[in-house]
């Protein structure tokens, strides 16, 4: 499996941790590693999905490679009361995973939050979350 895989999967399972039982505001059912979250998310709700992006190689040496990689982790809530708290929450609960002591394997480096996106859709009852996150990582050069 490839470093950024490996990250990638880390990160999942960390995702599917956030629990009331572990200290957050938010019970996540469904952690997907998608482009699109399936038709029968809201079956599974609050649910998250890590959409990837953008990568580049930013120092590239005889032995390792430093890359930049983008995702999206997008969320979606619904709630028949109090739907801005709930989704504010959620946001904050994404952020808390991301600037803890998250551990995504021995080659990321950091993480950090480049943007955030929440939307209350019309029906005023969900809402979707897009969270903008850059990983640093390295991996040995015939590794990726």
């Known amino acids: 499996m490839s470093v950024l895989n490996t990250i990638l999967d880390n990160l999942k399972t960390a995702l599917e941790g956030i629990t009331k039982s572990a200290s957050y505001n938010t019970d996540v059912k469904k952690v997907y590693r998608l482009a699109n979250i399936p038709d029968d998310v809201k079956e599974h709700l609050p649910a998250l ?3 990837e992006g953008e990568e580049r190689a930013v120092i590239v040496g005889d032995t390792n490679v430093r890359f930049l990689k983008d995702i999206t982790i997008n969320g979606l809530i619904k709630s028949e009361t ?4 709930k989704m504010t929450k ?3 609960d994404v952020k808390t995973l991301i600037y803890g002591s998250v551990d995504l394997g021995t080659y990321c480096l950091k993480t950090r939050i480049t943007g955030m996106d929440p939307h209350i859709m019309d029906s005023q009852k969900e809402a979707i979350i897009l969270v903008g ?3 640093i990582y390295y991996a040995p050069v015939g590794s990726f």
Do not use: N, R, Y
């Open 90 to 92: 959620f946001i904050d």
């Open 133 to 135: 996150v850059e990983i």
């Open 82 to 85: 109090d739907l801005p708290d």
């Open 49 to 51: 999905s890590i959409v």
